[in-house]
């Protein structure tokens, strides 16, 4: 369904104010669709279609439920797209949907100028409508349960990425220049020389040598793969397991969807911050009506409800966005802001330097989650919102409060961002144990794996390469060895080596 007339004329107020207070997106088109459709895009991750997969209809069962259940609403989606798509919920209010308008063209402003999204594909939609095309064509020549099964193998797998790839180098290239080397009639290998001098360069007993190594299997060395560790599973699967091809078409599939929604949960807290801080002002300052004020306030209030025992993404990110503007406008940074410890002088700190708004857009653009919280959740933030870590207590049944210590809670809530809370975990060697077995290492980060979701991954790991698959970690401070050989698991007591 497009705009209604009056939605079209709100529309272009809002984007009017964004353009004016500096935001710059992409063109963005709206759509109202009624809940059902809502909850079938959502369910497809907000695209409008998707590959065959019965994960999605679970999805939206689980949504409409949801939704019926007044559990749920859903009032807004948009796509990192060129020109992004964004969906209102055709039951909001008008309030309601200047709201939720505001807020996208602060998403969109986000997708097209933070660093994290700049190697995104920007023709998504083109691609998911591909790759749906691409398996329904697996799906009508294989069959259903085949192809349904290895895409749940490929979707077990999909977090195990390498997301600063786009980014980094990781791998050398091979290099371009002419080999050095050259061969005789027989095929023995001599170094490159011109005609003259080549009995100089390449004696008699210097090419006896070379046939004599050559007899015994020495002139080439086998290399090991990978020459270095790599963090791309996926990537590595794709090239060197023996995968038929529809199955490398599918696992490619799975690959390209993970990397595009990777910087979206790199930067969840500051992207849903950065745009709630924008619709607070736009509806503030510019598209509110005083009737409206109750309603907004009412809407607004949901957005930032911080429930017990979980942390609101919007609520942490906008409320560490004004902290930020308002040190910057004050000059509460640098050598002398660090190194004052007067109680009385940091309160009364305000040289009125202005330099908030500038600073905010520049972590808009440069930092992720990580970046974000290492640098800006500081003691004074800690304290002033009054954060705490918690967790289970087995004696009590329940959930608690475990310390108000600041370097304690930032540590926690640091490592329930860094890698999405997901283990490190590296290919190391293609032939273990010279028996064409996979060995990958977990990188120890000060938290066990859980030996049963590692189980089940190596199960899928050895799905895709057909040989057994190792897996070095550290348990209880001890090296362990895992394996799964395709019918069982065993494990045995290996070294592990210190950082």
């Known amino acids: 369904m497009s705009l209604p007339k009056y939605l079209h004329e709100v529309r272009q107020q809002i984007e009017a104010y964004a353009r004016g207070f ?32 019965w994960r999605f209809g679970m999805e939206y069962e689980g949504l409409t439920k949801g939704h019926r259940y007044g559990l749920q609403n859903i009032y807004e989606m948009v796509i990192n797209n060129n020109p992004a798509f964004a969906y ?12 939720v308008m505001a807020h996208v063209f602060a998403h969109v402003d986000f997708f097209k100028n933070n660093y994290y999204f700049s190697k995104t594909n920007r023709k998504m939609i083109d691609s998911m409508a591909n790759h749906a095309t691409r398996v329904r064509r697996h799906v009508d020549r294989y069959g259903q349960e085949r192809v349904e099964s290895f895409v749940d193998v490929c979707l077990s797998l999909d977090n195990l990425i390498d997301p600063h790839s786009p980014f980094i180098q990781r791998r ?28 100089y360069i390449n004696p ?19 290399r090991k793969i990978p020459e270095e560790p790599q963090r791309d599973v996926l990537l590595f699967l794709l090239e060197h397991a023996p995968l038929e091809g529809w199955e490398r078409d599918v696992l490619e599939i799975v690959r390209d969807e993970a990397y595009y929604f990777a910087p979206q949960a790199q930067t969840k807290i500051l992207n849903e911050g950065w745009a709630s801080y924008w619709h607070s002002r736009i509806m503030n300052e ?43 406008d004050r000059g509460r940074f640098g050598k002398d802001w660090e190194d004052c410890d007067d109680f009385e002088t940091r309160g009364r700190w305000d040289k009125r330097l202005g330099l908030g708004m500038q600073k905010i857009f520049e972590v808009r653009k440069l930092y992720n989650d990580v970046t974000f919280i290492d640098e800006f959740f500081t003691e004074d933030f800690c304290r002033e919102q009054r954060f705490f870590s918690f967790g289970w207590n087995e004696r009590a049944g329940s959930w608690e409060i475990q310390s108000r210590e600041f370097q304690k809670v930032k540590r926690k809530l ?10 490190f975990i590296y290919v190391e060697d293609a032939n273990f144990d010279n028996r064409g077995e996979l060995l990958l290492r977990h990188q120890h980060e000060g938290m066990d794996l859980r030996i049963d979701q590692a189980r089940d991954t190596l199960c899928n790991l050895e799905r895709v390469w057909r040989r057994p698959v190792n897996l070095h970690s550290r348990v209880d401070g001890k090296g362990k060895m895992l394996r799964f050989d395709g019918r069982d698991h065993s494990e045995k007591t290996a070294d592990y080596p210190a950082k």
């Open 414 to 423: 640091l490592f329930s961002l860094t890698n999405f809370g997901h283990p």
């Open 88 to 99: 209102l919920l055709e039951g909001n209010s008008l309030v309601e949907q200047k709201l």
């Open 172 to 199: 050398s290239q091979p290099r371009r220049t002419e080999p050095e080397v050259d061969t005789d009639d027989s095929g023995v290998v001599k170094l490159r020389a011109k005609p003259y001098m080549d009995r």
């Open 22 to 53: 500096g935001l710059d997106f992409f063109d963005t088109l709206f759509e109202v669709l009624d809940y059902q459709k809502m909850n079938e895009v959502a369910a497809y991750g907000g695209f409008p279609t998707r590959y065959p997969h």
């Open 204 to 222: 008699p007993e210097f090419l006896q040598e070379q046939r004599r190594r050559r007899d015994k299997g020495e002139e080439q060395r086998v």
């Open 286 to 328: 510019k598209a509110m009506d005083t009737s409206e004020f109750i309603d907004y306030a009412s809407a607004a209030a949901g957005v930032l409800e911080t429930r017990t025992g979980r942390l609101n993404p919007y609520k942490l990110g906008v409320e560490l966005l004004h902290y930020i503007r308002d040190r910057w």
